[in-house]
Nanobody, 119 residues
Framework: QVDLVESGGGFVQAGGSLRLSCAAP???????????LGWYRQAPGRERELVAS???????NYADSVKGRFTISKDNRKRSVYLQMNSLKPEDTGVYYC??????????WGQGTQVTVSS
């Protein structure tokens, strides 16, 4: 059973945009709304790093490298978290992972979706 379903990765030229989605269809609303939701990425040969996160109250946090270009958002009714990525750069290339953590969900990861940005 897959708890987190990611979609939206792909191949894009530098300067382009992609929107990632991560759905948690098996979570009840109270569980989803109590989670801190995040997007991480891992480039070849590098450690996984936090790209953006959003806490239950809605406050967001971004890595310095993506500030002003990426936006994280969520839709509680759809049990989904999104990452809008604009002005993409080749260094944004990597596998992007959705992450949930909260009082009822302990460190849950999505399967990952590949993002490739060509120069």
């Amino acid at each position: 059973q897959v708890d987190l379903v990611e979609s939206g990765g792909g191949f894009v030229q530098a300067g382009g945009s992609l929107r990632l989605s991560c759905a948690a269809p098996r979570q009840i609303l109270s569980t989803f709304t109590s989670n801190t939701l995040g997007w991480y990425r891992q480039a070849p040969g590098r450690e996984r790093e936090l790209v953006a996160s959003i806490i239950p109250g809605g406050a967001t946090n971004y890595a310095d490298s993506v500030k002003g270009r990426f936006t994280i958002s969520k839709d509680n009714r759809k049990r989904s978290v999104y990452l809008q990525m604009n002005s993409l750069k080749p260094e944004d290339t990597g596998v992007y992972y959705c992450h949930h953590n909260g009082p009822y969900v302990n460190d849950k990861w999505g399967q990952g979706t590949q993002v490739t940005v060509s120069s």
